[in-house]
């Protein structure tokens, strides 16, 4: 080929060729909706909720009945025919089935993230895997459904007094159900920790209990947090098991009274779906509470992604 | 003294105290199968109260022990002791005619309810026609510009899907009102019996030559062909079933089965598993059917597959609820797919480091931890109130779950295609492909398999979620048929809550609940385990 | 290509390969010595690629510095250092596959022909086409044996036959005999020598200007190596071939010239490879080459 030839060969665009411009915008666009998508969750939460509280209301021009932020945030009776809308009667259920999830699936799930990463063999590990993979691909109703009908009479061997629809129940399930997210996050944080760490361990003559609890755990320790966060998270917005095991009825509850967890609750996700199937009204204020409870639910599990996101990027970069 | 030291030093070897770790070793133990045990334990539970074994007549039970239990598991264990390949080969085709079983049930709904053979036809022919245009073209790509066929293509396949109003009828359309139409059977053959036996021809080829190929591909599809003729007499199913069974599993698992027996003679023996277990539950009917022994009352059967719901939990039936869940997972699959992989594509092999880049990036992982119904919220608001869709339908509810699912499509896909080796990229990029080239030739043929098993994955997700669908104002009971896109959607899971709710009777606890519960974690189970078998092997090619 | 004369030499060359590794050296030198003067001239007349003042940097750290050469159209020329030198990353330079390297970047004038490739107007894409590659690691793509070879064909719509080019180009890659059967079996079937002919013959399908190599033959075995080495000498009869290694005795035995870099990224000295083995400018690569450091 003559020289010309090749400089001509040189210059000709192939970035901007029409198969590439195509491609390459349609997979753009793709990667943009995901933003498109936030926005579109914040936005229609931020305006419905707007409409929803008194202060916001005339900005937006709704007319008719409204209610206070302040209301909102500290009451503590939930009775939308009184139109009644204190958070708090839901956010107590729901704080109360997490920490209750949390007590079992927090020391479950660093167990088993352990027991994975340091003492399984490759071939125990290939089938307890897959296996607790499974507990987290059953769907959320059939846990609630387990919670109520098998769980509940169990427990009332237990204690007499427990209502049909209670809140142990419901944590148990959930914090069975989120047991392989701690597991697997912290199982990769600590896979993540360098094995001359573990050989210095044992080069000191440390047992493998020594070096798990000693070194490795500590190593992971902010990936572990990163999990239980991420866990908690889920367990607050968990909603089908909670709506069915932990019934319908809004109830103020102390959260620091174990006997409360006896009882029935309605915790966000629980009052959200409940609203939807009974007697919600097309744009009503119980139609608006519904993007209220949703505002403060998003707010809520956004801020606990966003700290668990920062603190495993902390731990990324220590190794 | 230097004896006394060597002494001491040697009874200190055996004083580090093991007893704390040994505790330790089995409390993490515990903890680890604490939750399987739970869940194990509350599937027995649910599935004895579906299945009620315990009301069978003992000679039930000692007939199908002694015909299909006791032969089953003499054979496994001995399998198990002496020939590991063998038994995985077994249970790999005892899956397989699992899942593809109900994969066929499926299929068979849709045909028979939602989809006539004849407007199927009509619109694999309508996509055929174009693509073969576009393939002509493709070879002719020198003398045409891309554009010049971009355009031709378009609109190929726009005229033939459609039609230009008043000038040319659309293929399908033509299709649909030819003057003679072929019966269902031939129909579904010529497109189903195609599907099946063109993949299988190729994979008969790859394991010997060109010519295997051929004949193992005719004679698949002569199969297919030939079933309408034995089913209905033999097995007293229709013809169009006879077609779907033929094609979807018949084939797949012959063509499987073959294909192993001819390429591992260690593992042929394990054709056995299957075989007893098959022969056993047949045996096991013709002997229990002319005891006469009562088998057990089941509330899994095929009443409550095929019927719709009714007040009465013993009348209630599944039957619009796995056909809206079919539904559901087509839309979701097909909105959420394509726009998935492409955003993966786009921030791992386009996007450049910068901020939008690490924004879309941190914003994708908080979209993953949003709670379920707040996407429902979306669904309500965007779909049902701002776009003024009618609520509550396939479409919406599709399209809600398609978006709850996309970052975890994102996440996943972005796994695959990270652990496609950069040798790969240097080597195509090195030859002067552009990025599409590469993505297209190299990057996604070799990421598929991991692209696909999250795919399933977050399919199941999708299909065992409810509170989205009562969000966008499902309705609670479904009594008609969901048939096309605009009609009222119910799920199984969403039948299963109603259930559970608004029909909190103990009949229905007893009944029809767990036996819906028994059928949808069914379904799952056989999708998270085809997501694990597919990814256990592309693990271990990679 | 009318190049007749010189690769009747090449071959030669190749043909008297010796066995003992203590003659490599002196011998293929010797062999080299014959033909030397003449293709030097005609080298300096014909000149392929042409750098002019490349610098590289990697975020702050320099990798390249200044470097300035021209490579002579079809010959072997050899790029040997210490690891770290910035021999390969001088080499990417060419192809410019060091663009897809965030971090890097490039000042300076490079010629392709006539064309400067840093110039805004050249499309890095294209300018790879017209430039082969073959890796360290042999990286065949998982896909059938024709499909690799014709892969350059294909993603360039280059019509035609492509049995005859993937034929013609096994046949050159010395790999035509072992898999003119196999031609439908996976590329990764092969051994890792076939492999590395394979991808050998993937690089010159499209007929490219250049071949780069990046150590080819330092992941395989000795026999394998010498396959790649005959058949690099081979190749020089109608394309210029540029190699890095970090075998001083294989650049001593294939290239006609050879560019000596040391730490630092600096491109020390750059002359016939006999001239370099046998009578250096300068100390610091004489000491490299008797292996003093290094």
């Not at chain 3, 021209?70 to 596959?97: D, H, W, Y």
Request: proline share 5%; aromatic share 8%.
């Amino acid at each position: 080929m003559s020289t010309d030839d090749l400089t001509d060969d040189l210059t000709r665009n192939t970035a901007n060729a029409p198969p590439e411009l195509l491609t390459r915008s349609f997979f753009f666009l793709c990667a943009v909706l995901s933003i498109f998508v936030t926005i579109g969750i914040i936005g229609l939460l931020v305006t419905e909720a707007a409409k929803f509280f008194s202060i916001t209301a005339p900005l937006m021009g709704v007319e008719g009945p409204t209610a206070s932020v302040v209301d909102f945030l500290t009451g503590t009776e939930w009775i939308i025919n009184n139109e009644q809308f204190g958070v708090l009667a839901l956010v107590t259920s729901t704080l109360m089935v997490t920490f209750g999830s949390a007590l079992i699936a927090l020391p479950l799930g660093v167990g088993t993230a352990i027991y994975l990463s340091e003492y399984a063999d490759p071939q125990l590990r290939a089938v307890l895997k897959p296996a607790l993979e499974i507990l987290a691909g059953i769907p959320t109703v059939v846990y609630g459904f387990f919670a109520l009908i098998y769980i509940t009479p169990a427990l009332r061997v237990v204690f007499p007094s427990i209502g049909t629809f209670n809140l142990l129940s419901a944590s148990i399930v959930v914090g069975i159900m989120i047991i392989p997210m701690v597991a697997s996050i912290s199982e990769d944080a600590m896979s993540a920790v360098p094995d001359d760490l573990r050989q210095a361990g044992y080069g000191m003559g440390a047992t493998k209990f020594e070096v798990s609890t000693g070194i490795v755990v500590p190593a992971a320790l902010s990936g572990i947090l990163s999990s239980f966060i991420l866990a908690l998270s889920r367990a607050i917005g968990e909603t089908m098991a909670v709506t069915v095991a932990a019934g319908a009825q809004a109830k103020f509850h102390n959260p620091f009274n174990p006997a409360a967890y006896l009882d029935g609750g309605s915790p966000m996700t629980a009052t959200m779906v409940n609203l939807l199937t009974g007697d919600v009204t097309g744009g009503g204020l119980a139609y608006r509470s519904l993007f209220a409870i949703g505002l403060t639910l998003f707010v809520i599990t956004f801020a606990m992604n966003v700290i668990s996101e920062l603190i495993a990027q902390r731990y990324r970069e220590e190794y | 003294m230097a004896t006394q030291d060597r002494s001491s030093y040697a009874e200190g070897f055996g004083q580090v105290s093991r007893t704390v770790g040994t505790v330790f070793r089995y409390l993490l133990l515990a903890s680890t199968l604490f939750g399987i045990a739970v869940l194990a334990i509350l599937l027995v539970y649910v599935a004895n109260d579906a299945v009620q074994p315990l009301t069978a007549d003992p000679g039930w039970h000692l007939t199908f022990f002694l015909t299909l239990v006791l032969p089953t598991l003499a054979t496994a264990g001995y399998l198990a002791a002496t020939n590991l390949e063998a038994l995985k080969f077994g249970s790999m085709t005892i899956g397989l005619i699992v899942v593809s079983l109900l994969f066929s049930g499926g299929v068979a709904i849709i045909f028979i309810e939602v989809l006539a053979p004849l407007v199927w036809f009509a619109y694999v022919l309508a996509f055929a026609v174009p693509t073969v245009l576009m393939i002509a073209l493709q070879r002719r790509s020198r003398q045409l510009s891309f554009l010049t066929r971009f355009v031709v293509v378009a609109l190929a396949f726009y005229t033939s899907l459609f039609g230009l109003p008043g000038v040319v009828p659309s293929v399908a359309a033509l299709v649909q009102s030819a003057p003679f139409v072929p019966l269902d059977w031939v129909l579904l053959t010529l497109t189903l019996g195609l599907f099946a036996s063109a993949p299988t021809a190729s994979y008969a080829a790859g394991i010997r030559d060109r010519r295997t190929g051929l004949g193992v591909g005719v004679l698949a599809l002569a199969a297919v062909a030939a079933s309408p003729f034995i089913g209905p007499p033999v097995f007293g199913i229709g013809t169009v079933p006879s077609v779907i069974l033929a094609s979807v599993t018949v084939v797949p698992t012959v063509a499987f089965v073959g294909g192993t027996a001819v390429t591992r003679e260690h593992a042929r023996i394990g054709i056995l598993v299957p075989l007893l277990i098959v022969g056993g539950a047949l045996a096991g009917e013709v002997l229990v059917d002319t005891l006469g022994y009562a088998g057990p009352q089941s509330w899994v059967d095929w009443q409550f597959l095929t019927s719709d719901h009714s007040g009465t939990a013993e009348d209630a039936g599944l039957y619009p609820a796995i056909a809206g869940s079919i539904l559901l997972m087509v839309t979701v699959a097909a909105l959420s797919f394509p726009v998935g992989v492409g955003a993966a594509l786009y921030l791992e092999e386009y996007a450049p480091d910068n901020r939008i880049t690490r924004f879309i990036d941190v914003n994708i992982s908080n979209l993953a931890g949003v709670p379920s119904v707040v996407y429902g919220l979306l669904g309500l608001g965007l779909f049902v109130t701002q776009l003024g869709r009618p609520s509550g339908t396939i479409f919406v509810g599709g399209a809600t779950l398609a978006l709850l699912i996309l970052p975890i499509v994102i996440i996943s896909s972005r796994e695959a295609i990270r652990s496609v080796p950069d040798e790969m990229r240097q080597a195509s990029y090195g030859m002067g492909a552009t990025k599409w080239q590469t993505v297209k030739n190299v990057i996604l043929p070799r990421a598929f398999p991991g692209i696909l098993t999250g795919t399933i994955l977050a399919l199941g997700r999708a299909i065992g979620e409810t509170a989205p669908l009562i969000m966008i104002g499902a309705p609670n009971v479904l009594f008609s048929f969901p048939s096309e896109l605009s009609s009222k959607v119910s799920a199984m899971p969403l039948q299963v809550y109603s259930w559970a709710s608004y029909f909190a009777t103990d009949a229905f606890y007893e009944k029809a609940v767990p036996a819906g519960v028994v059928i949808l974690v069914t379904v799952l189970l056989a999708m998270n385990s085809i997501a694990i078998v597919l990814r256990n092997r592309y693990e271990q090619e990679t | 290509m009318s190049q007749e004369n010189m690769s009747n030499d090449n071959v030669e060359s190749a043909t008297e390969d010796p066995t003992d590794d203590d003659m490599i050296l002196e011998t293929d030198v010797a062999a080299g010595l014959e033909e030397g003067s003449e293709t030097v001239r005609t080298a300096r007349e014909r000149s392929i690629v042409e750098a002019n003042g490349i610098n590289v940097w990697y975020n702050d750290e320099q990798a390249l510095q200044d470097i300035t050469m021209s490579v002579p159209e079809n010959q072997v020329t050899a790029m040997i250092g210490p690891s770290g030198c910035g021999k390969s990353t001088f080499l990417r330079c060419i192809n410019r596959m060091n663009d897809m390297i965030d971090a890097a970047r490039v000042e300076g004038e490079l010629y392709l022909g006539e064309k400067n490739v840093y110039d805004p107007d050249v499309d890095p894409v294209a300018l790879r086409r017209r430039v082969g590659m073959v890796f360290q690691k042999p990286n065949p793509f998982p896909k059938s044996i024709y499909d690799n070879v014709a892969y350059g064909l294909k993603i360039q719509d280059i019509g035609g036959n492509h049995d005859e080019i993937v034929e013609e180009s096994l046949k050159r890659a010395a790999l035509w005999d072992e898999v003119k059967d196999q031609l439908d079996e996976s590329g990764l079937d092969l051994s890792g020598g076939q492999q590395q002919r394979l991808c050998i013959a993937r690089a010159i399908a499209p007929d490219p200007e250049v071949i780069l190599m990046d150590e080819p033959a330092s992941a395989l075995d000795p026999v394998a190596t010498s396959k790649i080495e005959d058949l690099i000498d081979e190749l020089a009869e109608d394309y210029t071939v540029i190699i890095v290694t970090h075998n001083m005795q294989q650049a001593a035995r294939i290239s006609d010239k050879t560019a000596v870099f040391l730490t630092g990224g600096e491109l020390v000295e750059f002359d016939d490879t006999k001239t370099i083995f046998e009578n250096p400018e300068h100390e610091r690569v004489e000491d490299y080459i008797t292996g003093k450091f290094g």
